[in-house]
């Protein structure tokens, strides 16, 4: 099948073709797309006009996709579709890895990385030590589900090269956003967190004791368009089927022709699409309709869910029943509209777990980030860190988060015998040895005076009665010349 690629695709292959000339053996290199803007295409294109590469990808699911879109006829048994991709230089990381190692190929001139987020497994390692070659790697996702394993990623790839932003795919109408609705079944804030993820067993307890409520909720919408319903287990998967009228479930144990089946099934609107992870990354169906009641810590494993509902030429509904919305709408860029996040907001509240975010963060894991509420309704959150000497010089640090937006403010002053200083710029320090949270104290009469008369125009919502700590985000905006967006 052959597809013109578009200019910033044409610049991509063209970039990842020169860079390959004159890289060296352990160099690598990042590109970034979001989700179904068609990096599978500027794969392709660079594997035909390189010879000698090999691109790896995590799933079948996937690898089946990529011959489609090759206009490959795909077989219909496993062992025919790896020999059949391996024609086309395309493999999962475990075959290929296991060929390496019995000699039966040689290692390439370079490797092209699917989704290499992923690249932190022990096969994907393995094949990296193995080959030592050149490095592509493309991603819709570049950073992890934590801080740390942002940082290891980033340490490893670099800063991506962004094919397509969200925002640019948006405006180009390359995607299309769903519309997002939030119903509260499960408020996972109460959910026990283990190793940087949500507690398996008290996952699945919570979501039983609110199946009953999660089938109404889902029939309560007509099955008109393609529909598909996240669920955190395989047991809760099944347990909902049971009760939902017109569904089939889809875990990693399916076999490719109930997968076949259960696909043909969703898009025809003769079925609801339950699943568990499966149908996420890499996998192109026309979904229309998503109930979103798997809770997850990972920003990574939400936007490629979410990222299913982006295909344009329809329109898409989002609903979510826990705070996956609110946890993770600033990995989207600032794309999702305000008053979707504000009615989020409305029916959960700030969580004991907000302003935990996977990149930007890094080293404020053991401070409490402060409510700050915005105009129309939308809270934004901000940290306030101080460390003082002997001499009573303080230094001081704020991080002022947007709840849409992916990059913190960073601000920083030095305040020397109570003298305060002005706000400027700053970076994301390295370390927060020795500081502690700004005082939270009551602001004085004159604080509260400018707040009321001037927080609007920066963004902040007047009605709103600071404390010290959140009063900050008013001198630092002011000082800054900067208006926290509200739209």
């Known amino acids: 099948m052959s597809v013109t690629l578009r200019k910033e695709q044409r610049d991509a292959v063209t970039l990842a073709s020169k860079w390959l000339k004159r890289a060296k053996k352990s160099g690598r290199k990042l590109f970034a797309s979001a989700t179904g803007t068609g990096k599978s295409y500027v794969e392709k294109d660079i594997l035909e006009s390189t010879p000698g590469g090999v691109l790896l990808t995590p799933s079948n699911d996937i690898i089946i996709g990529l011959l489609q879109k090759l206009g490959v006829t795909v077989p219909e048994t496993d062992a025919g579709l790896r020999r059949t991709a391996a024609q086309h230089s395309i493999y999962t990381p475990i075959y290929y890895r296991n060929r390496l190692v019995s000699g039966e190929i040689d290692p390439p001139k370079y490797l092209i990385w699917d989704e290499v987020h992923h690249q932190t497994a022990e096969s994907w390692s393995d094949v990296s030590l193995l080959c030592d070659c050149p490095e592509l790697g493309f991603t819709a996702t570049p950073y992890r589900g934590t801080a740390r394993g942002t940082v290891e990623f980033k340490d490893i790839w670099g800063e991506p090269h962004w094919i397509y932003t969200f925002p640019d795919a948006v405006q180009r109408g390359y995607v299309s956003l769903p519309d997002v609705l939030t119903v509260p079944l499960l408020d996972d804030d109460e959910i026990e967190v283990v190793s940087g993820e949500f507690q398996v067993k008290s996952v699945e307890s919570a979501t039983r004791s609110r199946l ?70 890499g996998v192109d169906l026309a979904v229309r309709r998503i109930f979103d009641a798997a809770p997850t810590l990972s920003p990574v494993r939400w936007v490629q869910l979410f990222g299913r509902l982006t295909r344009p030429g329809g329109e898409s509904q989002y609903i979510g029943t826990n705070r996956n919305l609110l946890r993770h709408c600033y990995t989207l860029q600032g794309t999702i509209p305000a008053q979707q996040v504000a009615q989020s907001q409305a029916v959960f509240g700030l969580g004991e777990r907000s302003g935990q975010r996977a990149f930007g963060l890094e080293g404020l894991g053991r401070f409490k980030a402060n409510p700050l ?43 020397v015998a109570g003298v305060y200083g002005n706000w400027s710029p700053a970076e994301s320090p390295n370390g927060f040895r020795g500081f502690a949270s700004g005082n939270g104290a009551t602001v004085t009469e004159k604080q509260l005076d400018w707040w009321k008369k001037s927080a609007a125009k920066y963004g902040l919502d007047a009605d709103h009665r600071p404390n010290r700590r959140t009063f900050a985000a008013l001198p630092v905006l002011s000082q800054l010349g900067l208006v926290m967006e509200c739209t």
Not at 256 to 265: F, G, H, L, P, V
Request: net charge negative; aromatic share 4%.
């Open 212 to 281: 009953l409520e999660l089938a109404r909720l889902i029939e309560s919408y007509p099955l008109d368009r393609p529909t598909m319903v996240a669920c955190p287990t395989r047991a809760t998967a099944h347990e909902l089927q049971e009760i939902l009228p017109d569904s089939v479930v889809v875990t990693g144990d399916s076999t490719r022709a109930e997968r076949k089946q259960a696909y043909a099934d969703l898009l025809a609107c003769r079925k609801r699409l339950i699943q568990i992870a499966v149908v996420g990354e």
């Open 373 to 415: 509420p915005l105009v129309n309704g939308l809270n934004g959150e901000l940290y306030l860190l101080e460390n003082s000497d002997k001499k009573g010089t303080i230094k001081q640090y704020a991080c002022v988060l947007h709840p849409l937006h992916a990059d913190p403010l960073w601000a920083e002053r030095t305040n």
